[in-house]
């Protein structure tokens, strides 16, 4: 339960960012910029700690190197440009719960890497949780398929352009969720682990800076601040409850409890940004917090047999 809990605040924090991140992009700043500058501070975040605590950096070796390339360079980078990239594309409301589709990915590749053997009652809770997300996003399903029949192919075109990249955003992050889990369990803490996955971000986001050098000398002290908040809001503080919820629980109920982010992203909406949820929505965003937090009544051996 309490790695449950971990996960629920980390998604309380990461859907409270959309508060910040959405404004940003519609105020004349790139997703690239965004995301580039959110690793720049999260790297010199991670720095200043492991200076103040005086230990060196032990969370490289060759067994780490291919999972931090996984959640740092594809999760953290270039899953976030994605997600930043789609908000500006599509319907920012889809692109969130296009995220239900991860746990198809993690799920899976718990399956195959981690040999996490899964009990069927795990699938009951995983379907209910998908009905849940296409209750909560059929109404924007419809006015898409409106658009089509109008034949507005610019904004059809942006739209599965933005859609695109929500799903390329949704397999990066399942992909970040069960390797996370593998580091997990090679005895890296916390402060390790987010080390790695910001460091390797960084890295992944810099060939974008050598070919847009603007990206760094247009920055406004502004949005500086902005972004720093983000930074230190959903990555700092939302990644450490994170990495404290996912070493307490297998990597398949992680993905389910990660579920909670787009139904609060879509309260938070509702709430500051006036945007309306239908009765369809409600029951779907009912449905999927029953099914994501059902999981973990059940005894660990009762949903994941030792392998």
Known sequence: MTGIIFIFFACLLWAADTLIRYPLLFSGSSAQQIVLFEHLILVAVLIGIFVFKRRKPNFLSRQTLLPFIVIGVFGSALGTLAFTEAFYLANPTVVILLQKL???????????????????????WLG?????????????????????????????????LGYGLALFAVVSWGCATVFGKKLSTKGL??????????SFGLLGMLPFAFMTPTLITTIEISILQKIAILALLSGVIGMYFYYQGLKRIPAH???????????????????????????????????????????????????????
């Open 189 to 198: 803490d916390s402060v390790d682990l987010m080390a790695g996955r910001f």
């Open 102 to 124: 991860q746990p198809i990915v993690a799920v899976t590749l718990a399956c195959v890497l981690l040999k996490e053997q899964i009990n069927p009652r795990f699938f009951l």
């Open 253 to 307: 109920w992680a993905t389910l409890a990660e579920m909670f982010f787009p139904v609060a992203a879509i309260f938070i909406n509702w709430l500051y940004l006036s945007v309306a949820m239908t009765e369809m929505q409600l029951i779907g965003a009912a449905t999927l917090v029953i099914a994501s937090t059902m999981v973990q009544h059940k005894p660990k051996n009762a949903l994941v047999k030792a392998a």
């Open 128 to 160: 209910l949780a998908l009905l849940g997300s296409l209750l909560l996003i059929w109404p924007d399903l419809q006015s898409l398929s409106s658009s089509f029949q109008e034949g507005n192919i610019e904004h059809n075109n942006n739209a599965l």
